[in-house]
């Protein structure tokens, strides 16, 4: 998709407007799991999450190849939104964005402070996608769209601070939704040839992706109910699918209980705040912690845009999930 110079020149770019997000080790995590855990903080970015990267050097490339471009149009469930309105604000562009019905509200809020025109429907991100790209037909705006390979090489940059900073990484737990943060993650690695494991984690309750790698085909799921909404993927890309099998050592999947449970866990050991998403790395790495004992393991909380309401509501359960799905 890219070498390691042009990753480098993203990194480069990306860096221009937000400085790289710190990876620490927190000792109480460590106490907790019996691995050395670093966290890769993406919930430090300007939007909160890892896709501002994708964003910013996503538009940056399409005014290079289409200065005429005005108008932009997407999908999302927030992060995505996030990130190219930002990019679409910095580079003078109007965006439309569509998300599904019922959708956080405080990520639509953050959507519209940044310029972009919300427009809610569908029941889900698929059916926001469906409308995205017919808005797109119809008025000639420039879809863009959840997969790109200069949003790979965008969000790649994570890994790439990540990787430089800390050494010898036995194993990293990195979320998946549409694909482009674990598939970013896997290229860096090649790139720099190491040989940390990578272990992507989806929901229990949208888990196509989960399917798709074990199956070896693009598996489709009929719902993707979970409070998680950056895992809330029911139609994984056949083109995020072929990296994710031939660079991810396996995809777990963890249920709504433990990714609530991951939620806590941050907030008590670290005081960071974490989305669902965000968590679910973390919830993957409790579920595997008997098999990761004394090893290097980074997390990837990918990002910290979670409702307020719903936080509070999770942070005051302090049930512990069972150890089955």
Known sequence: MFDLNALRLAAHAVHQTLAPTPQLAWPLLADRLGCTV???????????AFKVRGGLLYVQGLLAREPQTKGLVTATRGNHGQSLALAARSMGLSIRIVVPEGNSLEKNAAMRALGATVIECGKDFDEARAEAAA???????????AFHPDLIRG?????LELFEAVEELDTVYVPIGMGSGICGL??????????????GVVSAHADAFAQSF????????????????GLACRQ???EALAIIAQGAARVIRVSDREIEHAIRVYHETTHNTAEGAGAAALAGLIREQSQQQGRRVALILS???????????????????????
């Open 236 to 238: 994984p890309l056949p």
């Open 155 to 159: 969000v790649a940059t994570y890994a």
């Open 135 to 145: 808005l797109a037909n119809t008025h000639q705006w420039h879809l863009v769209p």
């Open 186 to 199: 896997i290229q860096a690695r090649d790139l720099l040839g190491l040989n940390t494991e990578i272990v």
């Open 303 to 325: 990002g910290a845009n979670i409702d307020r309401q719903l936080y509070a509501g999770i942070l005051a359960d302090g049930v512990e999930p069972s150890a089955q799905l």
């Open 214 to 229: 074990e199956q070896g085909r693009v598996v489709c799921t009929d719902s993707a109910h979970t409070f998680a909404d």
């Open 38 to 48: 670093w966290v890769k903080h993406e919930n430090h970015t300007p939007t909160g």
